[in-house]
């Protein structure tokens, strides 16, 4: 049976180190802190909104909330980002995407301050992540990621990792994190042949194919660790991986669970970015 | 015996598109320019810049040349480049790197109008490139693997293929453009562990390791292309890629030589992308 590598104990330890930081830095007389920036009302916005903001309380980080009705204007947005640039006291930034489709993402992405960037969405933040150079932000669920395997002591060097999904949220952001880290990655998406082939000869799995269990068993060998980035509601309502997580349980030595797993370190790494830009101030 | 990827019939083919779309831009006015800058007296830079200016002139192609003595004042070469930023008739810029340890490549290269950016050095190229969106320009040799790929039919779609190095220079932009082109996408580099087998289970491998001919025969199969980036010059002054030519060519089913592969193609890459900008005029 695989050892679960649940977020819970990420988090915790993540929470440790941030409160004696956050302390350190109100000693000094910063408060970090984040705006959340919000346009409509979706429910998965919400839902992680409650999420980070509890994250962030928890730890003594403010959150400055500006939500915006589903019909804002493009200009009323991009008000409201020059106004979070230029507040010394806001030290990130998060903006729920996407946006409503009559506003364009690339002016809006754009127009945030790279410093502020703490989910990675700006061009600055994806050159960063790319030449591994220390600018900007990448986006937080692949450092999730990065941040299980670190806990339960996976070193990724000289491993053979490979990533199901090529998107700038998940898969890219992931690969370069671990070329970074020197492990040897391979980047697989719709149009690989013989994906199943390709898993079973990796060392670590991070699947974000975005479907439903699709890593069967089929994908999987002995020894294996698993790194489930999938969320996925199915017809009951119950919240899946991409992995098919009975079948993997009997075969691979480690895999996150879901839910309990990389979504629940994804909004702790947020609050740790906001952390970070505020011990640069 | 293998198929031998000569650049001169790519080089060949670039030209003549080249010629036609310079001669509709003089037809409305517009020269495409390249501003050439160097700092310093490297014979490395003197070499590649005869070679692009003559690639240039040959499709009636402008070039400005900017030559800094090795001792300049980081801030003449930024005002060299501020120059160029606001010269309407300078389409594309070249600049010379590693600049003189005295000066900071992140403040130069940052300097540059991406849109001028023909040898993607810039952070928004860099976005671009990782992003797979139109933004700048992705580096020159990259390219040029590309474009021989492309001219001698081999589609890369659902493809394995390898890249060995994960420099900003050839590796990583590699990878990007490839996974762009739907292939699967494994990049080695010196922490990785049995690089012969993962290369031996490749059908494309793009050679970027940066020493002369050590893809040997442990590294291929038959049916293979293989893209050799390296150069290297041996101790009697003769160049030679990181492939060990005479074994792969028993072997494999294609492969670029060195000299007369990717860096033949190379500077013609850079005067497509002159050209491209000016288009964009």
New interface residues.
């Given amino acids: 049976m695989a050892e679960i590598l649940r977020g819970k104990a990420v988090v915790a330890a993540l929470k440790e180190k941030m409160i004696s930081d956050v302390e350190a830095l109100k000693a000094k007389g910063i408060i970090p802190t984040l705006a959340i920036v919000r346009v409509g009302e979706r429910g998965d916005d919400i839902a992680y909104e409650k999420g980070a903001t509890t994250r962030c309380k928890g730890v003594g980080v403010e959150v400055k909330n500006f939500i915006l009705p589903e019909d804002a204007d493009q200009n009323d947005l991009l008000q409201v980002i020059d106004q979070i640039n230029n507040d010394k006291k806001i030290h990130g930034c998060l903006l729920f995407r996407p946006l409503p489709k009559h506003i364009d993402d690339d002016t809006v992405r754009r127009a945030l301050n790279p410093e502020k960037d703490v989910d990675g969405i700006t061009?600055?933040s994806?050159?960063?992540?790319?030449?591994g150079s220390d600018?900007g932000y990448p986006p937080c669920t692949p450092t999730a990621c990065m941040e299980i395997l670190e806990f339960y002591g996976i070193d990724v060097?000289?491993?053979?990792v490979v990533v199901v999904g090529?998107s700038?949220v998940v898969g890219?952001p992931a690969?370069?994190m671990l070329?970074k880290k020197?492990?040897?990655?391979?980047?697989?998406?719709t149009?690989?042949?013989d994906m199943p082939s390709?898993c079973r000869n990796a060392d670590i799995i991070i699947a974000s194919a975005g479907k439903a269990s699709v890593i069967d068993e089929s994908y999987l060998s002995p020894g294996q660790i698993v790194i489930d980035v999938g969320i996925n509601v199915d017809d009951e309502g119950n919240m899946t991986g991409d992995v098919d997580f009975n079948a993997a349980e009997q075969i691979v030595a480690g895999i996150t669970p879901v839910p309990g797993g990389v979504g629940t370190v994804t909004t702790s790494v947020l609050v740790k970015h906001v952390i970070e830009v505020a011990k640069k101030q």
Wanted: net charge positive; with cysteine; proline share 0%.
């Fill in positions: 061009d600055i994806m050159a960063g992540v790319y030449s600018v060097k000289g491993k053979n090529r700038l890219k690969a370069m070329i020197h492990a040897t990655v391979t980047v697989c998406h149009r690989t042949v390709i």
